[in-house]
């Protein structure tokens, strides 16, 4: 066969195998490459000359993303993904068993099958660098390793290590990697390829060993990694911690763990076991809208924002920051870590430096957990200056307003501004409501200004919408998209109007759990209903996080646009009045010590129900049906509105931006799966019972007469 992504020399004796997939960014092995793996591996074991080999990636910085997930969305029943983890487990079965010792020599990126394939390797070395990162991603897409990681990688770290990889799909670097035995030896890349060759002439010549174990092992190792009744205490553990955290959501971490377990029975039937469960993890809808999400995420990054046609995009070397409180500085923050040049502005001294010092910290923490060396914080810190007039923003590229959300002070900040900026600069807002065209109407330049709202915490929060107006600049939004992507965030593109997308369909959907508190309902009941449909934090704990004031004002911003169908639960409103706050204020619906921590339900909290102390049973369907639909119908507006661009975005936008459950896909997905019909129909009940709530968003009610859907087929996105 003719090799596509294999390329073979042979010196010495030591043949070097150089992966690079033509056309690709990264490598990813698919059918095709395993065909030519096993083509290869066949080749070099009939000729005699060749003594050793070494793989190593022709990609700069990427050494093996994984398996080419395109081809798990061809499986149409479980047998095929299992005879698809069966093929994987001989191809790397032939490479561990080879006649001659393959050395891999790992750089950038090794992952999920990538990882898998050379665990099956007679050594590996890696280079110590930060684009170096071992991880087994798996269980991110529902599924869990499936050629043979769930076996050999036990056996190379021990038990524990080897859990917290497959069950997290956490990246290890390079320097921890070498430290739990997952490689050999640490290189400089300069000297990668050199060391990997020496390294498979030593092994062929016997002078080294093969897959030498290079564990350290402690006291807790010997007992919980190595001996049988250790080991069954980690698996407990490991599986009651998994269901405590997936709520028994996720099933792909609990047959990890049962393939596991299986191997250290017998060998034969670890591997059984893990082909098995794999096929039926494969085949979850689990699986399928986590996939999905996964492509969407993927065609965002390559997304400009502003369509096909050519435009320009301005780089943004440096940036002014209004506003140096808790979104100002958490922007500014994110913005040095990038390498951005950063003026920070507050109204006074004590004010910018209480920004540059939540700089510090945030860059502390990364020094803390090892992202960065204390030198690297340094040069960061460098990066950001503070400011109380407008010095240092005649060269900025971009601003970034995070002043009071208050529209004279907007104005106020805008004029001063724009009277200092460079021509070219954009004006972002942070805000998280007021329409940006409003902001912009104190602009003496409206086709600059753009929204991108971040959510808080910024450095944790991976979305960030970016708002148009009917004004706004191709150029501006396509620069604004681009910057967003360069600060590590997925960014959606949504059209400008009262809480754009995000908070929009939030809105109805913490009214309704206020509503159930006004019928009667217990606060932890509701909460309790969501956390189990699968978001991470009930509507009423998040009421109390986001805080009390702040989600009383962005209730009247609602009712104001849309009128009572949006308005705020009468609890909602008494409480706010109260002026109770919420956590920051260390009282809400919960109740919270001195550090913020939440305790139980505050049960003086029920004195401000219509119901008063009268309490009633809700069902954790009523609750969750009267939520979900109300989000859902509403997604389906932004939808018809055109103020997200398509599904994709949309589920994008819930379950980045508020944690709608991954595995459910995201609002969109959600429809599609309980179908337009039903979802018309359960509304249409609802909205008996609650006149004009729950009216069914026009598009859903033709799309449930024509049988149609929001994605065209079940994998990709439409
Ligand atoms: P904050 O109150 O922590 O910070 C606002 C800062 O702006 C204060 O330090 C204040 O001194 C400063 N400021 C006021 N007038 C100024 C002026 N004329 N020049 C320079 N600085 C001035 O408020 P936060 O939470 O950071 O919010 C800022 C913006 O971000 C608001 O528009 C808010 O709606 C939006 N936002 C907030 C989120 C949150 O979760 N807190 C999430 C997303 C957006």
């Not at 940036?319 to 502005?345: C, D, E, P, S, Y």
Request: neutral net charge.
């Amino acid at each position: 066969m003719t090799m596509r992504a294999l390329h073979l020399t042979i010196t010495d004796g030591i043949a070097e195998i150089v992966f690079d997939l033509p056309g690709e960014s990264v490598n990813k092995i698919s059918g095709s490459v395993k065909d030519e793996f096993l083509a290869l591996f066949e080749q070099l074991e009939r000729d005699a000359s060749v003594r050793g080999a070494i793989l190593i990636s022709g990609k700069p910085d990427s050494f093996i993303a994984g398996a080419d997930i395109d081809e798990f969305l061809r499986w149409t029943t479980p047998e095929q993904a299992e005879q698809a983890s069966r093929d994987g487990h001989a191809l790397l079965e032939k490479l561990e068993r080879l006649r001659l010792p393959v050395v891999a020599a790992i750089h950038g990126a090794c992952l999920g099958g990538g990882l898998e394939a050379v665990l099956a390797c007679a050594y590996r070395i890696a280079t110590d660098h930060p684009k170096t990162i071992l991880a087994l991603p798996e269980v991110q897409l529902g599924i869990f390793p499936g050629a043979g990681g769930t076996q050999r990688l036990p056996r190379t770290v021990g038990l524990r290590a080897a859990l917290d990889m497959i069950l997290t799909g956490k990246n290890v670097r390079a320097r921890k990697a070498a430290q739990s035995g997952l490689v050999h030896e640490l290189v400089h890349p300069a000297i990668l390829r050199t060391i990997a060759l020496q390294r498979a002439r030593e092994i062929a010549d016997g002078v080294r060993a093969r897959n030498p174990d290079a564990r350290t092992r402690d006291a807790a190792a010997l007992f919980l990694d190595d001996t049988p009744v250790g080991r069954s205490i980690v698996l407990r553990q490991a599986r009651e911690m998994t269901l405590k955290k997936t709520r028994g959501h996720y099933p792909a971490p609990l047959a990890a763990i049962a393939a596991v377990a299986a191997g250290y029975h017998d060998r034969e039937q670890g591997y059984q076991e893990e082909g098995r469960l794999f096929g039926q993890m494969a085949m979850t809808s689990i699986a399928r809208e986590l996939i999905s999400l996964f492509f969407a995420t993927t065609a965002l990054k390559k997304d400009s924002g502003v369509g096909d046609a050519p435009v320009t995009v301005r780089s943004v070397e440096k940036i002014g920051v209004l506003g140096a409180g808790f979104m100002g500085a958490g922007i500014a923050g994110i913005a040095v870590q990038q390498g951005t040049l950063v003026r920070l502005k507050d109204a006074d001294l004590a004010r910018v430096g209480k920004g540059l010092g939540a700089i510090r910290e945030l860059l502390k923490d990364g020094v803390t957990k090892k992202r960065i060396t204390r030198a690297q914080m340094n040069d960061q810190l460098l990066l950001a200056g503070g400011t109380v007039d407008y010095s240092g923003f005649g060269n900025v590229d971009l601003v970034i307003e995070a002043v009071f959300e208050d529209l004279y002070v907007k104005h106020k900040v805008m004029r001063e501004v724009e009277a200092v900026l460079p021509p070219h600069a954009i004006v972002a807002s942070n805000t998280s409501t007021i329409p940006i065209a409003r902001i912009a109407a104190a602009s003496a330049r409206p086709e600059r200004v753009v929204g991108m709202h971040f959510f808080s915490p910024v450095h944790k929060m991976p979305l960030l919408e970016v708002i148009v107006t009917p004004q706004t600049a191709r150029e501006v939004t396509a620069t604004a998209v681009a910057y967003g992507k360069q600060l590590g965030k997925t960014v959606i593109v949504v059209n400008d109007a009262p809480g754009f997308y995000v908070n929009r369909i939030l809105s109805p959907y913490l009214n309704e759990a206020g509503r159930l508190l006004d019928g009667g309902a217990a606060v932890d009941a509701v909460d309790r209903a969501l956390l189990d449909f699968g978001f991470p934090v009930g509507p009423i704990t998040l009421l109390d996080e986001v805080g009390l004031d702040i989600a009383g004002k962005s209730g009247a911003i609602f009712v104001e646009a849309f009128g009572d169908r949006l308005a705020p639960s009468e609890t909602l409103r008494r409480v706010v009045e109260s002026g109770r706050l919420g956590r920051k204020g260390r009282k809400g619906f919960y109740l919270y010590d001195g550090d913020g921590k939440k305790g139980g339900v505050d049960d003086t909290v029920y004195a401000f129900t219509p119901s008063g102390a009268r309490r009633a049973e809700v069902t954790i369907d009523e609750v969750q049906r009267r939520c979900i639909l109300a989000m859902v119908n509403e997604a389906a507006r932004c939808l018809e509105e055109g103020i997200v661009r398509s599904p994709r975005d949309g589920d994008v936008g819930a379950v980045f931006g508020i944690g709608f459950p991954p595995f459910r896909g995201g609002p969109f997905r959600y429809m599609d799966a309980v179908g337009a019909g039903r979802v018309v129909e359960e509304l249409e009940q609802l909205n008996a019972r609650f006149s004009g709530r729950y009216a069914p968003a026009e598009m859903l009610v033709h799309m449930a007469r024509k049988g149609e859907r929001f994605y065209s087929n079940r994998g990709r996105p439409a």
